[in-house]
């Protein structure tokens, strides 16, 4: 090899280690820039998505993302959800997380979107399953905790009590199927229901015309709705509310009785996890998953034993 | 034979241990080994001060983060006890100035309590006061139970009627006794006491309960985390159950995990361990009175982010400072090996030939000195060279003088001796010939001083010696020529014919009694010259002829005494190696001599020293 060649390869040797040495330290003066992601589900502003905040808030600290949680009133149908999405998509979010308030109309959409936005649904499922991830709740879980709480506490009398249902909205597909597995459970007993309310519009009317002994309310508003109800009906004593949710409310009239039992979602695990998985897949891409979170049975009775409270009151007020 | 052997050893032994470059002697040139040589060291040099520079920064931002952690727990916890010595003062005055003073079955003390509530409502939820059946006296600022409150099993009423000398505090837990009309609910830590209380002039045990605003710790430790770029502080009691942590909620969740149950254990201090495959460093902090601990994190990464930065600095830096050093380096050896190089060239130059050519002459002063050392030695050269060949022309004209000097004196000898007998005989006119011939000869053989003539003249004087000869032996033998012209321009050196012929007479001719023959040829083959004395005398046996024309030989000579050697090397002075004469000779039948000579055109310019091949 030629004397000058040495010297060159030595040179050019040198010459890269140097460039790339200065590229790291340069690259690991500059800070990660945060990544952003916008929230979007119905009535953000309600105390009943505060864990759900808290862990998207705690998520986006750990994974650099700088998160937007859209400030909504009630979204009741997919076109206003589609155009929230659509704007911030525009405003340059690299992914969504929301809950499907109207699975009709939604598909379309999502398969339009979901191939160069990464979402992530929360609360709710739809179909097509494989441009998005989820982060469900586990509704057979939901519904069979609840139904056992209905048998510890009435056991062989259930049989006996006038049942009635209601749920917020018709047709979000997390409340069809909770319907489904609770009319499957009432069938199965040959308990027939008096009633059944696909929203909360004159719920205090339904409750004074046709009394019921039982109202389970499949989602948050539906429960906070029937506290409502029988409050203003001064029923409180006599109608047992079995409600699905998580509020500071709900929680507060669970202490106070008025609901008799609660069944909730780990919320906050569904905050923090809906953005880590929506990280990964900013970063990973087709790194897809559907994950259910858990979910806990609550009365009066266990609301302040530790595991339950550390549930109950994730924040410090 | 060991005086012979002991340099050699020592040679081997000095070439052992004598100091070699790493790129020396590898056919690379003076200057690769210096660059690369040096380069290499340069290399090694700044590797291991780059490893011992960073071991050193690593080791002191490790020592800096660990006392900084414990500068930050020292600070941490001394707000930690200033507060909790604050709730305890509280409690001390609630007791020792209220509700010792009092008489709980005759008097209130929610004014007191009011007004000591008021003073410290930033750090309290809320100040009770219990009979030791779990019995409300009084609490501000909310003044009533909740129906279903079962404050007797509530740890904090149990341990302190368990442990009456002490406080207790609880862990954070949220506080559900009181009827709070608001939707909200705090997470307190409650300290609590036993006291004992006057009722209707009796004594009687109760329990005095502080409840301390978790969220005035939480916001103690918060500032402290949002100050940390890395790492954390966190808080548990003496059983390892966390009072406070920046991920509790992920802890809750078990989306995270703390080494609490571990660190419990640890004395104050810090100590490194490896946690979920991470690297870190624990300084702990015991809290007085409490027992609490407090726990600073430092990952190692943490350190790692500008110790990472470092990392890469001290490598570019070290790499620039090597690319300067390879560059001067280089520069260094081109102006130490240029010079040299010059030198090398200039010397190449004059081994080509062109002696005249300048050797470089400059550089350091050695190279200086070395140029003008080899120049002088080369002129010295070219003087010794120049005059040796001088001295050898001299010496080969010399001898060729003092060969072509032999023959004049034996012929003129022997010609003078005829030409007398011819005289006493009264052959004048054979005489005249004689002379004549002679006189011809003479002019032949002088021919201004030349050395080289043409063949023509050469066969001329031949004719004449035969003549001569012919007189002398009376025509004992006859002579025939056979020249071809073609040759007769050609160049020969003068008097070489005439010995062979001498010869010829002695050895043959002679011997011959009137029948011997000499037949003189001339023919011309390509360039060379073929030149052919034959006889038919009594020729000589093989080994004779070997000998004729080597410098020992020692057959006896007859005639002039110019042996055909003689001849030989006149010729082959002039004309090289590869001429001169070759003899053939059979016994009885006589010998064969010829002369082989380049063929050169006879010019008067030739005659002398040209005619050299």
């Known amino acids: ?317 | 034979m060991n005086q012979k052997k002991t340099p050699s050893i020592q040679n081997k032994k000095e070439k052992k241990y004598r100091f070699r470059f790493p790129f020396e002697g590898s056919g690379q040139s003076i200057q690769t080994t210096i660059t690369l040589s040096f380069s290499l060291l340069t290399i090694l040099g700044m590797l291991f001060l780059t490893v011992i520079l960073y071991n050193l920064f690593n080791n002191r931002m490790e020592e800096k983060e660990t006392q900084n952690a414990e500068q930050i727990l020292d600070q941490t916890s001394m707000n930690l006890e200033n507060y909790l010595k604050n709730m305890r003062l509280i409690s001390d005055t609630m007791y020792y100035s209220v509700i010792k003073e009092s008489d709980l079955g005759r008097e209130s003390i929610d004014n007191e309590m009011n007004l000591l509530y008021d003073a410290n409502k930033d750090n309290l939820v809320n100040i009770a006061c219990f009979y030791n059946n779990g019995d409300l006296i009084t609490s501000v600022p909310i003044a009533t139970e909740k129906n279903n409150a079962k404050v007797k099993e509530q740890p904090w009423f149990h341990n302190a009627l368990v442990e009456m000398e002490n406080f207790h505090f609880s862990t954070p837990h949220v506080q559900n006794i009181f009827d709070n009309t608001t939707y909200r609910y705090y997470w307190v830590i409650s300290l609590s006491r036993a006291v004992e209380l006057t009722r209707n002039g009796k004594s009687t045990l109760g329990v005095l309960l502080i409840d301390m605003n978790y969220s005035s710790i939480e916001q103690m430790f918060d500032s402290v985390n949002e100050e940390r770029q890395e790492g954390y502080i966190y808080l548990m009691d003496n059983n390892g159950e966390i009072i406070y942590h920046p991920k509790q909620n992920l802890i809750y969740s078990q989306l995270f995990e703390e080494n609490n149950l571990y660190h419990v254990k640890q004395k104050d201090g810090s100590f490194e361990e490896v946690f979920q495959e991470e690297n870190r460093i624990v300084s702990v902090k015991t809290v007085s009175y409490t027992g609490w601990k407090i726990i600073c994190i430092t990952p190692k990464t943490s350190s790692a982010v500008g110790v990472y930065n470092t990392r890469y600095f001290l490598v570019t830096l070290i790499t620039v400072i090597m690319l300067t050093m390879l560059l001067l380096n280089q520069l260094i050896s081109i102006r130490i090996t240029g010079p040299l190089k010059k030198l090398t060239d200039s010397i190449q130059i004059t081994d080509n030939g062109t002696i005249d050519q300048d050797i470089y002459i400059g550089g350091g002063s050695e190279v200086e000195y070395l140029g003008n050392t080899l120049k002088e030695t080369a002129h010295k050269l070219r003087e010794l060279n120049d005059s040796f060949l001088q001295e050898q022309e001299e010496k080969r004209k010399s001898e060729l003088d003092a060969l072509q000097s032999q023959i004049n004196p034996h012929f003129l000898y022997n010609t003078l001796d005829s030409i007398v007998w011819m005289i006493e005989g009264e052959q004048y006119k054979d005489a005249v010939f004689m002379i004549t011939q002679l006189a011809s000869l003479f002019r032949i053989s002088l021919s201004k001083g030349k050395s080289v003539i043409s063949i023509e003249d050469e066969l001329k004087h031949a004719k004449n010696y035969m003549n001569i000869q012919k007189v002398r032996y009376k025509d004992k033998f006859e002579v025939f020529f056979h020249i071809d012209p073609e040759i007769l321009s050609g160049s020969i050196v003068k008097l070489v014919i005439q010995p062979i012929l001498e010869n010829a007479i002695y050895y043959a001719a002679e011997t011959m009694d009137g029948d011997g023959e000499i037949h003189i040829t001339g023919r011309k083959e390509q360039d060379d010259v073929f030149i052919e004395i034959k006889d038919n005398g009594l020729g000589m046996p093989e080994e004779t002829v070997k000998v004729l024309l080597t410098e020992n030989n020692r057959v006896h000579k007859k005639g002039s005494g110019v042996g055909l050697i003689n001849v030989h090397k006149r010729i082959q002075l002039r004309f090289g190696e590869a001429y001169g004469l070759i003899i053939d000779s059979i016994p009885d039948e006589g010998t064969s001599v010829k002369i082989h000579l380049p063929f050169v055109l006879y010019q008067e310019k030739n005659s002398e020293k040209e005619v050299r091949l």
Do not use: C
């Open chain 1, 1 to 317: 090899m030629s004397n000058r060649r040495y010297i060159t390869i030595l040179f050019s040797v040198l010459f890269i280690v140097m460039v790339f040495s200065s590229y790291q330290m340069l690259s690991g003066i500059t800070p990660e820039e945060k990544v952003p992601v916008s929230v979007i589900v119905s009535d953000s502003t309600n105390d009943r998505w505060n864990a759900m905040r808290e862990g998207m808030e705690q998520a986006a600290l750990n994974y650099q993302i700088s998160l937007n949680i859209i400030s909504t009133e009630n979204l009741s149908s997919a076109k206003d959800l589609i155009s929230l999405m659509r704007r911030e998509i525009e405003l340059g979010a690299k992914g969504i997380v929301f809950e499907p308030v109207d699975d009709r109309g939604m598909v379309e959409f999502i398969e339009e979107v979901g191939r160069s936005v990464s979402l992530v649904l929360i609360q709710s499922d739809i179909e097509p399953g494989d441009v998005y991830s989820s982060v469900l709740t586990d509704d057979a879980t939901l519904i069979s905790q609840l139904t056992t709480a209905l048998e510890e506490k009435y056991g062989e009398k259930l049989m006996e009590k006038k049942i009635g249902i209601v749920q917020s909205v018709p047709y979000q597909f997390a409340l069809k199927q909770r319907k489904k597995l609770l009319e499957d459970y009432f069938r199965e007993k040959e308990i027939s229901l008096s009633w059944r309310k696909n929203n909360i519009y004159f719920l205090s009317d339904l409750v004074e015309q046709d009394p019921v002994d039982i109202i389970i309310a499949l989602d948050n508003i539906s429960t906070e709705a029937t506290i409502d109800s029988l409050l203003e009906l001064k029923k409180e004593k006599k109608t047992d509310l079995f409600g699905i949710g998580y509020s500071e409310k709900a929680v507060y009239y669970l202490d106070r009785q008025v609901v008799d039992h609660l069944v909730l979602n780990n919320d906050f695990n569904m905050g923090y996890m809906s953005i880590e998985n929506i990280r990964k897949m900013i970063d990973y891409g087709n790194q897809k998953t559907n994950q259910r979170i858990d979910s806990y049975s609550i009365g009066e009775e266990n609301m302040y034993e530790e595991e339950y409270q550390k549930i109950l009151f994730p924040l410090v007020q």
